[in-house]
């Protein structure tokens, strides 16, 4: 079984330990090798009716369901329980239909040479710093500041084919996250500290730009995961969780620090200058959750389902870079977003024991519409770069896929009893 199967074997089995269900369902069935793996575990119930539950596959077909067990996301794929009904519960909200003809900006990937032109610009640019996908590119570019601001049609904020890395900063249902800018002022410590190169020399001008481009994206939302992490833990307190709790929460902030610091380290050696995060404003006007189900709808979306397929996409990434910098960053990234997943499946088991059975059918809902926002999310067009960790959209959204199904569905069913 290869590296990238073992990892999402003890990933789920942690997954579950975290829920505190982990006798609760067939964990894994490993196949021979580490291309397929095996058809899954065994069902959950077994063959009893209302025993519930689905199997989680180590390889690409996944488990087989128990004849029992409500569904999660509006499906009927794990049966109903007798007397019960087969019936999800509702789909997500819309995302509000994009904009058109707006403008938006982006780092001049080839600082010393002109923005690419409109044509160009796909293969650079895919998502905005607001997790919108560009669906049309109408004008521009026009220089500003060193930056490369275009006129485009654009999709919903919040894109998960946009690939939102760490715990996203929420704020008016949008992830925030800060400007990156070319530096050569003295340095703030995103970057000098890191000795982290990346074999550049046998790349294309427009490989580098691209390169450049796509790990400064994800040092940005990992830099903003700080932030994320931070309200997380005040909430912790808010609410009366238990210390071992907001430490995590608080190491969590921590790592993602680090991650950010590797991200743009990373993005600098391609861009061959400093890259680096502008202020983020957005931090200093976050809204606490007022109340527990508010607070746990959050943990939910963003951690236990949010996370756990961040974990995994990072997991795939290692399993095709070659670049020995790129591994190194990534299985750092892989671990720590996975041990992220497990804080937030803590949270929420707390939750159900300490905000009475009420919360039970927050918790539900919530999954149902976190789920559904994944599945229904477009296909990004992000170019392959393997040896450098890069998956191309429709690879991402792939192993995104196969998370829901492995892991994040089971566990919630099991976690929901």
Known sequence: MSAFLRFRASFAR???LAAGV???VAILGCGDDGETGGSGGNPAGGSNPGGGGEGVGAGSD????GEGGQAIGGSSEGGAPEGGSNQGGDGGA??????QDVERCFVNPAPDAEC???EQAPGFFTCTDMGETITEWISGPTAQDGLCCYQVDVGPPNDPSCGIVGRPLMLDQVPQRAAVRSSSTADRGWTAALQVSPSIAHLSAADRAYLARSWAGDA???HASVASFSKFSLELLAFGAPSDLVMSAHAAALDEVRHAQLGFALASAYAGQRLEPEALPAAGRVELATTPEAFVRAVVTEGCVGETVAALVAAAQLAVSEDPAVRAVLSEIAEDE???AELAWRTVAWALRAFGPEMRAVVEDAFTRAIADVERAEIGDEAALH???RLSGEEAAAERTRGIAQIVRPSAKALLG
Not at 94 to 99: F, K, N, P, R, V
């Open 62 to 65: 996944g488990g087989n369901g």
């Open 338 to 340: 996975a041990r992220h």
């Open 387 to 389: 040896a450098h960790g």
């Open 22 to 24: 982990a006798g609760g």
């Open 94 to 99: 819309g995302g509000g239909g994009g904009e």
């Open 14 to 16: 942690r997954i579950l």
């Open 220 to 222: 940005a939302f990992e």
């Open 116 to 118: 690419p032109t409109t």
